[in-house]
């Protein structure tokens, strides 16, 4: 290869990485082949020198229904759909149904082919529930398909496979979270610490959306929270519960002050980890913020 102009492209390396004979040929690879270049997809960083990096997510969603369909989550949609019922279009009646199922993926491809086959026996509406009930409803591939493919489920349990026993408490824990979360509420909640979070970063489990902001896909998060037990779960709970509890009551004076603003939005970063609390689970152990809070938190 030394005298080559050569693109290299190897598919799926994530299951090579533990071998460290396969990153030492790699790297020799590259040293001794100044005209190769290397395009790698993996569910793991290689940690080669010269890495450049390019996350892969899910294809564009627009954050409410929109009045045309152009969005490539959408585009991708009707193209799997028109395989089972080629006299699929996207309608004014269909419209929200075909968006909501997008959103209920993020845009992932893979979920969009799998809800997509459902169509030979349900409407877009009645696949948009069964997604929001359970993320196992996303199976059925086609046979040639292989098998780690086949369903959402297989494609987490292939991953979660990859992952130490501390990675994989550590993102049981982290499912709690709604909406993404810092650094400190990570450590204070599911004891991740800051090289935790960066492996799981690595291993694409985590996505970083500002820095030291966190967050896992929904998919991934309701497939984790099932890896812990009934008596874990509650005192991860019971920890993020005490965890917003004591958030909310720092905001309260900059909220009673001049500060209203900035207490606004100090707050919305982390309104769905409250309502988590506030809404959904709360057991009386911890004592709200007093009502001016309520009062003015519930108008965001």
Not at 86 to 113: K, M, S, Y
Not at 241 to 262: K, S, V
Request: hydrophobic share 45%.
């Amino acid at each position: 290869m030394r005298q080559k102009q050569l693109l290299l492209v190897l598919d799926n390396a994530e299951h090579l990485l533990a071998e460290t004979a396969v990153i030492h040929l790699l790297q020799q690879l590259l040293t001794h082949a100044p005209g190769l270049k290397l395009l790698v997809t993996s569910r793991e960083r290689l940690n080669l020198r010269g890495e450049w990096l390019l996350p892969v997510e899910g294809l564009p969603v627009p954050t409410a229904a929109p009045g045309e369909e152009t969005y490539a989550a959408a585009i991708l949609f009707v193209q799997c759909a028109q395989r089972v019922r080629p006299e699929f279009q996207l309608t004014a009646a269909n419209r929200e149904a075909v968006w909501r199922i997008c959103q209920l993926v993020e845009g992932v491809p893979l979920g969009l082919e799998l809800a997509a086959t459902w169509l030979r026996l349900l409407s877009c509406a009645e696949i948009g529930d069964e997604i929001g009930r359970s993320y196992d409803f996303l199976s059925d591939a086609p046979r040639a398909v292989a098998e780690r493919h086949q369903s959402l489920q297989t494609v987490f349990a292939y991953s979660w496979k990859l992952l130490t026993a501390s990675e994989q408490q550590a993102v049981a824990r982290l499912a709690v979270f709604r909406g993404g979360f810092s650094r400190e509420a990570a450590q204070t909640v599911a004891q991740a610490t800051l090289p935790l979070l960066a492996s799981l970063v690595d291993k694409s489990f985590l996505r970083v959306r500002q820095p030291g902001r966190y967050e896992m896909h929904a998919m991934l998060r309701q497939y984790a929270a099932e890896k812990l037990s009934p008596a874990e779960q509650e005192r991860v709970q019971d920890r993020h519960a005490a965890f917003y509890a004591a958030f909310l009551q720092r905001w309260l004076q900059p909220l009673q002050g001049d500060n209203q603003l900035a207490a606004l939005d100090g707050i919305r970063l982390e309104l769905e980890n409250v309502r988590r609390d506030g809404v959904g689970r709360w057991n009386g152990r911890y004592r709200w913020p007093p009502s001016p809070i309520g009062s003015r938190w519930c108008r965001i």
